[in-house]
């Protein structure tokens, strides 16, 4: 079953239905499937959204049975990732969730009353941006940074890196917090991630981090958004471990990189010696590399 057809078995039969008989090519590039209270489904394709079903308004009632679907009945099981506004669902699909937050003690714990569900489709491109990883290892294997807005491919792009560098023959270690890059699934990657990669899920990416340089001795290792005070330290202290580095940020550009508190202490460190920015335009995505001085 291919990741499409996964996640169009959460939804109610008639939406299922409506979803598998548009064109083939038009599947292939649904990147969210969009479930709104009271409104008609979408889907993101190229980057804009467009109505599946136009008739047919989604009751509160379907996002609860596609909750219940996606956890296997088992929604209590998931509050915790709950509380972070996403679950993972088998085969590195991710249900992003929307409602009234549940709070205590001034921190979210859950959400109830659910509104919107947004599911994510995970790809494998093989080759993407291959010249390019070719291009910043010419002088030997290095620490690299790949930047996008969201939803340019900075995940994609990232398992392909893995996946060349692990079949190059380097030990690559995964830092998989939300278990995206990999979607391991009974023990085994769901994704092709290379031969020699070893991966940590669902544990955050500093803490992950640092398991993974003790106990699996990483050439290479690789995280998914730095996007914390914690991610950050975690990066500078891998780095002092002879481990290089490959992670992914939100930026699309080296300003964007500069303007940003967090970033700005990140270039400062001089860890990264490239970031490679991706840019989707009209549905085309290009590729560029910076050299960070």
């Given at each position: 079953m291919n990741k499409l057809s996964r996640a169009a078995s959460m939804l109610p039969i008639?939406?299922?239905?409506?979803?598998?008989?548009?064109?083939?090519?038009?599947?292939?590039?649904?990147?969210e499937i969009r479930l709104r209270a009271g409104q008609a489904m979408t889907v993101l394709v190229d980057?804009?959204?467009?109505?599946?079903?136009?008739?047919?308004?989604?009751?509160?009632?379907?996002?609860?049975?596609?909750?219940e679907c996606a956890t296997g009945?088992?929604?209590h099981s998931v509050e915790a990732s709950m509380a972070n506004g996403y679950i993972n669902v088998k085969g590195g699909i991710r249900l992003g969730i929307c409602?009234?937050?549940?709070?205590?003690?001034?921190?979210?714990?859950?959400?109830?009353?659910l509104s919107s569900l947004s599911v994510?489709?995970?790809?494998?491109?093989?080759?993407?941006?291959?010249?390019?990883?070719?291009?910043?290892?010419c002088h030997g294997l290095t620490d690299i940074l790949i930047a996008s807005p969201p939803?340019?491919?900075?995940?994609?792009?990232?398992?392909?890196?893995?996946?060349?560098?692990?079949?190059g023959g380097k030990r690559v270690s995964v830092a998989d917090e939300r278990g995206e890059i990999a979607a391991v699934s009974d023990g085994i990657a769901q994704f092709d991630v290379g031969k020699h990669t070893d991966i940590i899920t669902d544990a955050p990416k500093a803490k992950a981090a640092m398991m993974?340089?003790?106990?699996?001795?990483?050439?290479?290792?690789?995280?998914?958004?730095?996007?914390?005070?914690e991610d950050m330290q975690s990066v500078y202290e891998a780095s002092g471990c002879g481990v290089k580095l490959l992670a992914t940020a939100h930026a699309g550009s080296v300003d964007d990189l500069r303007s940003r508190k967090l970033y700005r202490q990140l270039m400062q460190m001089r860890i990264f010696k490239y970031c490679l920015f991706i840019r989707n335009i009209n549905g085309?995505?290009?590729?560029?590399?910076?050299?960070?001085?």
């Open positions: 008639a939406l299922n239905g409506e979803l598998l008989i548009l064109p083939e090519a038009e599947q292939n590039r649904i990147e980057g804009k959204e467009k109505f599946v079903a136009p008739e047919h308004s989604i009751t509160v009632s379907e996002l609860e049975g596609v909750l009945a088992s929604v409602g009234n937050a549940i709070i205590r003690s001034g921190a979210v714990c859950g959400i109830r009353n994510r489709i995970p790809k494998e491109i093989h080759g993407c941006a291959s010249d390019e990883l070719q291009k910043m290892l939803g340019a491919g900075k995940t994609t792009c990232l398992r392909e890196f893995i996946r060349i560098l692990s079949n993974l340089i003790r106990a699996m001795n990483p050439d290479v290792l690789a995280m998914d958004e730095i996007s914390s005070r085309r995505r290009s590729y560029c590399i910076e050299e960070l001085k």
